[in-house]
T-cell receptor
Framework: NAGVTQTPKFRILKIGQSMTLQCAQD?????MYWYRQDPGMGLKLIYY???????DKGEVPNGYNVSRSTTEDFPLRLELAAPSQTSVYFC????????????FGPGTRLLVL | GQNIDQPTEMTATEGAIVQINCTYQ??????LFWYQQHAGEAPTFLSY??LDGLEEKGRFSSFLSRSKGYSYLLLKELQMKDSASYLC??????????WGAGTKLIIKP
């Protein structure tokens, strides 16, 4: 099992550009999450999904969009990049129940200039 | 509001014992997690407590007191590889994780 994979590892964007952060898991987990982690701050939930076709907003969803067309994939879309979106983005997944351990991908470091 | 507090940084000596505290105020409680995060890497699961008491797992133990809104992570026989950040997270009534900012643990020889 590859677990949770994320691409790209690092990206520099110009203000106003758009991009998609890819996330995939091969553990057949229903629950998937997108977090951002800023220096000295806790992880903040952006969006989450409890299964294919179902997504919901987390604590900091503004400026982002997600889709979940398959169990495996959960891409995160930035439409108009802003410097405030400079962060490290982690995708995570967990099995059937919400109280299960979350398994994290390696992260994507995004710099918006 | 929801709040998780833990010390920003701690220093300990190789071979010693260290206790990292976490206090929380959340809307509902469905368990408390501890994760380890090495610099530049993803968090990895260490422990989960939902009932009061101590959970022991090798060199690591985690304690929970729900009435006090308090947990600690105890690391014994510290090794240099234990140098990392330790993240406390509480699952709230909506089954979402609320994360603390993490405690950076520095191990000295």
């Amino acid at each position: 099992n590859a677990g949770v994979t994320q691409t790209p590892k690092f990206r520099i964007l110009k203000i106003g550009q758009s991009m998609t952060l890819q996330c995939a898991q091969d553990m057949n987990h229903n629950y998937m999450y997108w977090y951002r982690q800023d220096p000295g701050m806790g992880l903040k939930l952006i969006y989450y999904s409890v299964g294919a076709g179902i997504t919901d907003k987390g604590e900091v969803p503004n400026g982002y969009n997600v889709s979940r067309s398959t169990t495996e994939d959960f891409p995160l879309r930035l439409e108009l990049a802003a410097p405030s979106q400079t962060s490290v983005y982690f995708c995570a997944s967990s099995p059937r129940e919400a109280q299960e351990t979350q398994y994290f991908g390696p992260g994507t470091r995004l710099l918006v200039l | 509001g929801q709040n998780i507090d833990q010390p920003t940084e701690m220093t300990a000596t190789e071979g010693a014992i260290v206790q990292i505290n976490c206090t929380y105020q959340t809307s509902g409680f469905n368990g408390l997690f501890w994760y380890q995060q090495h610099a530049g890497e993803a968090p990895t699961f260490l422990s989960y407590n939902v009932l009061d008491g101590l959970e022991e797992k090798g060199r690591f133990s985690s304690f929970l007191s729900r009435s006090k809104g308090y947990s600690y992570l105890l690391l014994k026989e510290l090794q240099m590889k234990d140098s990392a950040s330790y993240l406390c997270a509480v699952m709230d009534s909506n089954y979402q994780l609320i994360w603390g900012a993490g405690t950076k643990l520095i191990i000295k020889p």
